[in-house]
């Protein structure tokens, strides 16, 4: 009986492999970490031999520790730190460059260039990205540039470009299958997101040969098979998505205007604007959510700079606790901040203030102000930016948002959650399931090979840990005039 499915969730500092059953349950999880290369200021690289090796470390210990053979796995789904860039030898399929991974900024300078050419209108609505270092398109170019015989092995095909994703599924497959998904392509500044197809005006801007580049397949469908000289059996490489669409899957936000907020050292929000290439008004992304079948399925992003992070700071800097949760029971000494605001703008401003010199400031302190109210107010004021940030890709999108799917460390939060359902005056839903990003890559492998019939099948199975209702009261909408008067007056 094939009833597992084999989750790879390659991530930014981690290789894990998580093992999950046909009710959606996780069986066992194996984890690897591996080495973060710092070699220059706003440099970082990593190792992708090392990542594939502590890849297939973690998926051997995950059926060992589950007791499950190759023939049980019905299917392997991975999903992946996105934008990170390999590029290797096609015959010997080793790497010719470490993997500059999506932090590295060393392609800053040539993102300006290119935006003072004038070309960042073009990028922005071939891809939905803005020209950012981020992404892959100048970090490809970079490789090939470092070194007179890397570009002409590139132009004579002799190597191959891929994210983790199209890395990872070469090494499984044995060298046999080149191929990413849309997701992951829709990260590259290469993918026209509307034409769904590698568009040659950027390759040309960005001087990289088409040749390099992987087929781009759907999130959901069978692209090759694992080579049992590795995994033991032919198992069907079956879902692809990049961690964040990975984990809208995962949440079920299946329909336009269904949002899921990931609270973490910052906040990531995606919000579902289904047929739709919706274009932001306030530099947010635009990205491919999905693509099932023939339908592609599209999604804005947003995300807030400093969520845990301030939580870190009143630990480490202000010690006002011991551990991150304690904030909780801090905050609960108090029913309410008392006119306290926190701009948590310690990394500046982003959507849609954008104001990258904005500080971080406490208003609203009295005599009276206690511990309390600045722990309730540092939990209101990440729920403030999500808001903020929910509420403009709203009315990009011009749909209205139902319900907010959580996720991440600080999702475990119950008085961050009340609060967040509070000001957004809707429900807000955790899932049992945390693991949403390696349940999404699941769901996509599954639903391609019929472990699962449909998405309703899905929704029947998945579990809600806890939902938080809104309670409307003149206090929330206090809290929310005071947040913009007072976000008014630090911006520069
Ligand atoms: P990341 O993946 O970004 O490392 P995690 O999802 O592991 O983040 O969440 C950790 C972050 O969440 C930290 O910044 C921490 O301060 C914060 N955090 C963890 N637990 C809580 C909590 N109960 N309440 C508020 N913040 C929390």
Redesign the pocket.
Known sequence: MQQFILSIDAGTTSSRAIIFDQLGRQVAMAQHEFTQYFPEKAWVEHDAMEIWETQLKAIHQVMAQSNVKAEEIAAVGITNQRETTVIWDRVTGRPVHKAIVWQDRRTADRCTELTKNGHDQIFLGKTGLVLDAYFSGTKVQWILDSDPEIRRRAQAGELAFGTIDTWLIWQLTGGQTHATDVTNASRTLMYNIHELSWDSELLDLLNVPESLLPKVCASSEIVGHTSSAILGAEIPIAGIAGDQQAALFGQLCLTPGSVKNT???GCFCIMNTGQTAVVSKNRMLTTIAWKIGDEVTYAIEGSVFTA??L??WLRDQLQMIGQ??E??ALAQTESDSDGVTFIPALSGLGAPYWDPHATGTLMGITRGTSKGHIARAALEAIALRSRDIIMEMQKDAGVSFKSLKVD???S??DL?MQIQADLLNAEVIRPKETETTALGAAFLAGLAVGVWSSTQALENMWQIDKTFSPVPSDQTQRIIEHWHERIRKILS
């Open positions: 609270y973490g050292t845990g992070a939580i870190q991150a949760p904030i909780e991440g460390g600080a475990n939060n961050l």
